[in-house]
């Protein structure tokens, strides 16, 4: 029945005394007091002033309901427990007045209708439970009562005294609205150049450049609203980010994050999407902010002092920097308007890097109230290096299965290539071990989709092997086979395009530099050319210079005086092939402790004859002279280079593995990060859990003299576990599985919540259905790994832990099976569906709501314990029976 029908037929002469029982007798006079006195003073349920008990309150409720229900004839379609469930519901609606931030006025001005849907929304819990008549017979006494309630707001003797006041209140109050607007809005004189700012904004950023795409009659660029692959950021153990969040996201839950993620990531592809989304109506959390997009290899260049606020835009060559206003820079940051993208920590010398964040603290003392974005690659900066600025620190995740399938999909839909070679392609990644280990970002997977589409679907699977091809690709197939050449044109071999180019790529990487100035590239072709007689005679340094970098498809110009790579992947390569060529062994030992040099170093050791890898190694790990976080270091990449040497003295090999031995398994967070960094080659260094593991899980029990979660062995298993699940790829699976059949609960908890990391059939089978269930919960964040928990038996304890119907989680589960529910996501209008739980004997809430209603769990005979938060307030409890007893608690993660 309608709400407006329960209040016609409900007399003022019943409802008003009740209504009334529920406030506080109020005096005389305007209330002239510094701040409005809120509805939860006047309320009689709470307070010193006290007068109403909760059972009276409930009593209350009760005569409401059944009042309504003999005004309205429903007494045949609700039975007396469903009535007092709803007296239940509606006490708890009618309580949260007691937590109510308005006042009086306030509420009047809501209206009855806003009000009720207020006292709804601050107790969505109360309705859980209830069929589709009582939820609305609920609905209606609580819109009669807020009737009722704002009537007696009118009647009150201070009312009308107080409204006088509050008018002239209010008109104070919407001037200070209109002064914060004015503030935070930009000035007439502002705005139109901020119009003009934001196409420049779009039109710099909207764009991404997809490797291989120019291969195929598709475009060379991509628009971002089309090309962007939203990938996952991985927060850190401090909870300032959510364990696990769309990139995208990471502004919307901190004002301040230092991204950290590997090569080839996507780290300034976010930057482009974060930048851009500042000028679309339908991104809400950053349209209107202005952005700066600050690349440090750009700002530093030529040896470049960072720049001042006032001097962002021409640092960045924005063709507009000369055109905005005076002071325009001060006004947007001291307005907290500002969205601060700094790309690229890693891209500047490591000596400079304390300079940069010295540069950065002073940016935030000054206009401390905007948004900060900081990038880099993970070993470039130490771990919490801005959280004494209050930073929060995250890690892009690789690339998911699916993440990998959706941009297979779209880069042969965008080259106009049929379905079926992606369909090859992702079949082929699946299989071979090799190539799915490259396929983990968007770099490598753009590079493998354009060599298997060159390639007609034959695919290198070494990483040196998936480069070269990419340089043959890029640098001579590619224009032969579209005809390119003209008679007249330039034309270099394969040979000569690539010593040249590697020895801009060596100048850059020796000079700690990610773009030079494009007069000393110049310079340093008009050097090399007289080597080059067959090229030298084609033209001069600067027409090769603009033959390189239009045909190359390596070399970009960010700006009329500077060129750089299309990525810091080929520079390296590049990089390395150059510094073997040259034998410069003993530099490229004396630089591998710098983070810059570590790609480098591992690309070397591909390109090196064996007795140059031999050498390079040794230097690696018998280098003497550095501090012991330095020696743990080198010792890491060395066992890292292993992936890379094809052919190696064995000696050398098992030197090599017995130095990275020392630091692995690894024994804390930060020697479990490091490995992570090192990539997927630990992988096959990482031992299984020691033997004769115990199955008792008792945390008292002493081994040795020690608890057992305190011993070393069980903090080495926990530590390798994680290090596994976090570099996530297929052979990984192999590691985890070794562990399945592990005693100590973090090891298994651990296991259990990287199953979404993986393929869902795959870790199921090899880890999941192993795993010992005592006291473990079993994490669903899906229908599929819901299905393949039944399929293995089903399992004691699960933690919903994604979007479910009540219909799939019901029809997936083995009901009969299930004791222990762990609720950390909505599911269904009401908590009725847990009476299909014939097993239920404890129930574990996680709610981000302030207020919960447990009334409506009373019919489920079956339960003994609810876990709840410490900090939600609870109300119901008196209708529970005494079989149930409510904990709370902190709740961990499982």
């Known amino acids: 029945m309608e709400p407006s029908v329960i209040g016609a037929r409900l007399a003022s002469s019943v409802v008003s005394p009740l209504i009334k029982k529920l406030f506080l007798n109020g005096g005389p006079g305007a209330g002239l007091v510094d701040k409005p006195v809120r509805v939860s003073q006047l309320v009689s349920f709470r307070g010193e002033q006290r007068t109403l008990s909760d059972k009276a309150l409930h009593r209350i409720a009760e005569e409401l309901v059944q009042r309504a229900v003999q005004a309205t004839g429903t007494e045949e379609q609700l039975s007396s427990f469903e009535v007092r469930a709803v007296a239940n519901s509606v006490a708890a609606s009618l309580r949260v007045m007691g937590t109510l931030d308005m006042d009086d006025v306030q509420a009047v001005n809501l209206g009855h209708m806003g009000l009720a849907r207020k006292l709804r929304s601050m107790s969505r819990t109360a309705t859980l439970g209830l069929s589709a008549d009582a939820v609305e017979l609920h609905a209606g006494v609580l819109s009669t009562a807020c009737l009722h309630i704002l009537n007696f707001f009118t009647q009150r003797s201070t009312f009308v005294p107080r409204t006088l006041v509050e008018q002239s209140r209010s008109i104070e109050a919407l001037t200070l609205k209109i002064d914060s607007l004015i503030t935070r809005a930009p000035s007439p004189a502002d705005g139109p150049f901020e119009e003009r700012y934001a196409r420049y ?67 300034t592809t976010l930057v482009q999407w974060l930048a ?45 920097a000369a055109l905005q206003p005076a002071g325009w820079f001060d006004r947007v940051l001291r307005a907290g308007r500002g969205l601060i993208l700094i790309d690229g920590i890693d891209e500047i010398p490591e000596d400079d890097r304390n300079d940069a964040r010295r540069w950065l603290q002073e940016l935030i003392s000054t206009y401390p109230k905007n948004r900060w974005l900081v990038t880099s690659r993970p070993s470039a900066v130490r771990e919490h290096w801005l959280s004494g600025d209050d930073f929060a620190e995250a890690d892009l995740a690789p690339m ?18 049929s379905d079926q070679y992606a369909q090859e ?39 040196k092997e998936i480069y070269d091809a990419a340089l043959s690709m890029l640098l001579f197939r590619r224009d032969r086979e579209r005809g390119v050449y003209k008679p007249g044109a ?52 600067e027409e090769i210079y603009r033959h390189l970098l239009i045909r190359s498809g390596l070399l970009r110009e960010p700006s009329v005086h500077s060129m750089d790579f299309i990525h810091r992947t080929f520079q390296d390569y590049l990089g390395a092939k150059a510094a073997v060529e040259g034998l410069d062994f003993d530099f490229l030992i004396a630089n591998a402790h710098l983070d810059q040099w570590e790609d480098v170093i591992r690309m070397a050791v591909a390109h090196c004859r064996p007795t140059e890898r031999t050498r390079i190694l040794t230097g690696l790990i018998r280098r003497e002279n550095v501090s012991a976080h330095g020696m743990n270091r080198l010792h890491l990449l060395a066992a890292a280079c292993l992936e890379h040497a094809t052919e190696l003295d064995p000696e050398v090999r098992a030197e090599v593995q017995q130095r990275a031995s020392t630091l692995i398994p690894p024994r804390s967070a930060e020697q479990a990060r490091a490995l992570v960094e090192v990539g997927p080659v630990v992988l096959d260094l990482l031992p299984g859990p020691p033997e004769a593991l115990p199955t008792d899980n008792s945390d008292e029990e002493q081994h040795d003299g020690q608890p057992k979660k305190e011993r070393p062995a069980d903090d080495e298993s926990y530590f390798t576990v994680l290090a596994a699940t976090r570099i996530a790829t297929d052979a990984a699976i192999d590691v985890l599985a070794r562990y399945r059949g592990h005693h100590e609960l973090r090891v298994r908890g651990e296991l259990v919540r990287a199953w979404s990391r993986f393929d869902t059939d795959t870790f199921g089978q090899e880890v999941i259905a192993h795993l010992d269930e005592d006291n473990l919960y079993f994490p669903v964040s899906n229908v599929a790994e819901l299905q393949a928990i039944s399929s293995y038996g089903g399992r004691a304890r699960i933690k919903i832990a994604g979007d479910f119907t009540v219909a799939d989680f019901i029809n997936g589960c083995r009901e009969e099976r299930l004791t222990h529910l762990w609720l950390s996501a909505d599911i269904g209008d009401s908590w009725k569906w847990l009476e299909q ?25 079956s339960l003994r314990t609810i876990h709840l938060p410490t900090e939600v307030v609870i109300a119901g409890i008196d209708a529970l029976p005494s079989s149930m007893n409510v904990v709370r608690t902190q709740l961990k993660a499982v």
């Open 201 to 267: 904004i779009t039109d710099k950023h909207g764009k991404l450049s997809i490797f291989g795409l120019d291969l195929s009659q598709g475009p060379e660029n991509w628009r971002l609203d089309v090309a962007y692959l939203s990938l996952d950021a991985v927060g850190d153990a401090t909870g300032a980010i959510p364990t696990r969040l769309s990139a995208d996201q990471v502004l919307a839950a901190q004002d301040r994050v230092l991204l950290r993620g590997v090569a080839g990531s996507g780290k």
């Open 276 to 320: 851009v989304s500042t000028t679309q109506k339908d991104q809400l959390d950053l349209y209107g902010l202005v952005p700066f997009v600050l690349p440090l290899r750009t700002l530093t260049r030529g040896g470049a002092t960072l720049p001042a606020p006032n001097e962002f835009l021409s640092a960045v060559d924005c063709p507009i």
């Open 400 to 417: 998911s299965r699916d993440n990998i399938a959706d941009f297979v999909s779209r880069w042969h839909k965008a080259a106009g290539i």
């Open 425 to 463: 392609l992702l079949r082929a990644v699946r299989v071979k071990q090799d190539l799915g280990r490259l396929a983990t970002n968007p770099l490598m997977c753009g590079l493998i989709c354009a060599l298997h589409q060159d390639r007609r679907g034959y695919l290198p699977e070494g990483r």
């Open 490 to 541: 330039i034309r270099i071999s394969e040979a000569h395009h690539i010593q040249l180019i590697q020895k801009l790529a060596y100048w850059m990487i020796r000079n700690g530099r990610s773009e030079m100035d494009r007069a000393d590239a110049v310079d340093l072709l008009a050097q090399a050319l007289p080597t080059m007689p067959k090229v030298a005679e084609q033209g001069t340094a």
């Open 837 to 861: 739980l014939p097993q239920l004997r404890c129930l574990t809430i996680e709610t981000p709501l302030p207020h919960l209603d447990l009334a409506p769990l009373a019919p489920l005979v």
